[in-house]
């Protein structure tokens, strides 16, 4: 059974930084890829970054590009979200999420298991 587990979320002021992660579990990460997404009140589950290829292969849309970075631990089998630079727009859940097979998708529709979800909420 594939399982996903969030956890690193809370508050931060803005201008702060937050460490999440995904551990994950019956699933190599040879065999596919990990998303990272948000979903703020009334929003849409929107994608921000990705990684595959055991952590060579990494991608982040412009919304978090030069202030997020992701990365995996292989042996721990768990992949990680540095933000920095955290904005009031970046409050939201975040969830992790599986793209099992080869390539990225960016789209939620594309992603074949979820976490639960952390919360994210940033002080002005």
């Known amino acids: 059974e594939v399982q996903l587990v969030e956890s690193g979320g809370g508050l931060v002021q803005a201008g702060g930084s937050l460490r999440l992660s995904c551990a994950v579990s019956?699933?190599?990460?040879?065999?596919?890829?990990i998303g990272w997404f948000r979903q703020a009140p009334g929003k849409e589950r929107e994608g921000i970054s990705f990684?595959?290829?055991?952590?060579?292969?990494?991608y982040y849309t412009d919304t978090v590009k030069g202030r997020f970075t992701i990365s995996s631990d292989n042996a721990r089998n768990t992949v990680y979200l540095q933000m920095n630079s955290l904005k009031p727009d970046d409050a939201a859940v975040y969830y992790c999420?599986?793209?099992?097979?080869?390539?990225?998708?960016?789209?939620?529709?594309?992603?074949?298991?979820w976490g639960q979800g952390t919360q994210v909420t940033i002080s002005s």
């Open positions: 019956g699933f190599a990460f040879d065999d596919g890829a």
């Open positions: 990684i595959s290829d055991r952590g060579h292969a990494v």
């Open positions: 999420a599986i793209r099992v097979g080869l390539g990225f998708g960016i789209k939620a529709d594309e992603y074949d298991y």
